[in-house]
């Protein structure tokens, strides 16, 4: 065991151009090269494929991967092939000629990775061929997938413990996944192996993303603002629907900002070009469903905004989790409103899903609510909900410009009191209207304006009482029939509060307390700093040439870690080149002499 490890230490420098592993990793390698099962639930960006590739070749056999993401099949095929190591992948995306040239190899015996996707496995003819081919370990990649109470549920997922045992007999096996809260860990155990594993559930903590939110007033102006914060840098901006994604990125790119749709709706030649120049090429803005992002591999995204409120905490912790993954500082924003809200309750009562199910969705909406309106500090708040403490962290828009909190027992009230004395019948702008005094046609066609409420917050702007509702919504204290046009009641909790037996606190939202402030962008990470702009800019060029002549994703050269690294250090050898990070043997010997060219020609 200690060979094989020591062996696996010198392929992490050799091979991936590592100096060490990243916290967490080596004891799950560890335990992969005893022989051991195991279920890892790692952060995006921690490293988990680097937990399956490395034993896969350093010990003899082939490992299994199964994904349910070709995007990720193709990406990290292209990112072994270019570290020298012999991987392939079954896929219905794959032409005819390249799946017969994985299979010939297969039998061949010639590799050391196959990657396939759940619905690709379960066919006959790929479990006959599996089982003769001296399968050594079946990595399992996005697990959660497997259980009813993840966020990504697939029912192919359910035939792999068998179709393991059918392959391999005994075969070992290791789950991954980046999210996967008590009850989906306990469905991973139960379907996917067939005793109890080794369980490693390293920390949610992603400390290089910075993490805001704020409620909408014009998204569209807000995400601009955003992106132009960022010029020059790849980043996501996530939207709900295929409509917005279009208009937002003709709104991007009518400002200058090279931006690119991707939606579902799409032809799939121009997805497919798109998702290749947002790997390939720098400064790529890509407006996206979240179907976008799935398994994309690229780690120097530098930001990621959401555009409408996600659909749960889980989904905005995979969604923000695409940026920063190179560990470098990365930036999110996620833009918020009662609108979203509704759309959010509304799909969970519409679906098809047990009450059971129904009720889990809603607890975990209502926790990304309470994240979007919390009053300390977000990764606090976050981490919290993943069983974590932590200190104030300093990298959230609530630590670096504050929040202040008031006693909002009688605004509540008065927000309340137009709610019930209007018959619980209407949305909030019409109860707006009235707590303003604004004689609107439907104020006046109801008569709302002789109510006692009527005007009774007129000391407020519109942007403070929806900010208000907001909360009183997220705290429980009011409730929206999303089948009857938005229309609002009080809850018990609320009729508590109304009747003076209860006291609340509120926070004054930051777009309100702090209008017209902009937040000063984070100064880049200290490696940065010392990086000579030029040089990392002629870096960054011959690596997009490299990258498109070879069509393959501008990481798959060298990732921004990389060139920073080399625009601070300048080696002017091979040998001082091999000690970069991510710089293996493999690489040295493709790229090295064209990068030290530039380089040299630099110093001179």
């Not at 590799?111 to 496995?121: C, Q, S």
């Not at 290089?208 to 601009?224: D, I, T, W, Y």
């Not at 409120?309 to 905005?316: I, K, Q, R, T």
Request: glycine share 8%; aromatic share 6%.
């Amino acid at each position: 065991m200690s060979d094989l490890l020591s062996t696996a230490r010198a392929l992490l420098h050799s091979v991936f151009g590592f100096e060490s592993f990243r916290p967490g990793q080596e004891e799950i390698v560890r335990a992969v090269l005893a022989g051991e099962d195991v279920l890892a639930v790692m952060p995006t960006g921690s490293g988990k494929s680097l937990c399956y590739q490395l034993p896969a070749i350093a010990r003899p056999g082939l490992t299994l991967v199964i994904s349910p993401l070709i995007a990720l099949m193709r990406d990290q095929v292209r990112a072994l092939a270019a570290v020298g190591v012999s991987a392939g992948s079954l896929n219905s995306s794959n032409e005819p000629a390249e799946n017969a040239r994985v299979v010939d190899l297969l039998r061949r015996r010639e590799l050391k990775l196959l990657y396939v996707a759940p619905e690709r496995l379960a066919r006959p003819d790929t479990v006959e061929m599996l089982a003769g081919m001296n399968v050594a370990l079946m990595a399992i990649d996005e697990a959660h997938c497997v259980s009813q109470w993840g966020h990504d549920f697939r029912p192919e997922y359910l035939t792999l413990g068998s179709l393991a045992r059918q392959i391999g007999g005994r075969l070992q096996t290791i789950a991954l996944t980046a999210t996967a809260d008590a009850p989906t860990r306990g469905d991973i155990v139960e379907k996917l192996f067939a005793a109890p594993p080794r369980i490693f559930v390293r920390s949610f903590d992603r400390p290089n993303l910075r993490l805001a939110f704020k409620p909408k007033e014009r998204s569209s102006r807000q995400v601009l603002a955003f992106v132009r914060e960022h010029e020059g840098d790849s980043g996501i901006v996530y939207c709900a629907s295929r409509r917005k994604v279009e208009a937002l990125a003709e709104t991007l790119k009518a400002a200058g900002v090279n931006a690119l749709p991707y939606h579902a709706g799409l032809d799939k030649a121009v997805r497919d070009a798109h998702q290749d120049a947002f790997q390939q090429q720098d400064g790529v803005v890509m407006t996206a469903t979240v179907a976008f992002g799935m398994g994309i591999d690229k780690p120097d995204v530098r930001f990621v905004c959401h555009a409408d409120l996600p659909a749960n905490v889980e989904a905005y912790y995979q969604e923000i989790g695409r940026a920063g993954r190179d560990g470098l500082a990365a930036d999110t924003l996620t833009l918020y409103g009662l609108d979203d809200m509704r759309l959010r309750r509304l799909q969970i009562e519409q679906s098809d899903s047990s009450d059971e199910r129904k009720r889990i969705e809603r607890q975990r909406l209502n926790a990304l609510l309470a994240l979007a309106e919390a009053p300390r500090c977000r990764r606090q708040t976050l981490l919290a909900y993943f069983g974590e403490s932590s200190e104030p962290c300093g990298n959230c828009d609530l630590c670096q410009e504050g929040v202040e909190r008031y006693d909002g027992t009688i605004e509540a009230q008065k927000a309340m009191s137009a709610i019930v004395r209007t018959g619980e019948r209407f949305g909030m702008e019409h109860l707006i209207a009235i707590l303003l005094g604004e004689r609107t046609e439907n104020v006046l066609r109801f008569e709302h304006d002789r109510l006692p409420t009527f005007g009774v917050g007129a000391g407020r702007r519109n942007v403070e009482w929806r900010s208000t509702f907001r909360q009183l919504s997220a705290l429980g204290l009011i409730s929206q029939d999303l089948m009857e046009h938005g229309r609002w009641s009080v809850t018990d909790a609320g009729w508590r509060v109304l009747k003076g037996q209860e006291r609340i606190e509120l926070r004054k939202d930051a777009a309100v307390a702090a209008r017209g402030a902009r937040r000063d962008r984070r100064p880049p990470p200290p490696v940065a700093q010392d990086a000579d702009e030029a040089l990392l800019a002629a870096l960054k060029s011959l690596r997009s040439r490299l990258a498109q002549a070879q069509k393959v994703p501008a990481y798959v050269v060298f990732s921004d870690r990389t060139l920073i690294e080399l625009a601070v250090h300048r080696p002017r050898s091979a040998t001082a080149m091999r000690e970069i990070h991510g710089v293996g043997d493999s690489k040295l010997e493709r790229y090295g002499a064209a990068f030290l060219d530039v380089v040299e020609n630099f110093a001179r």
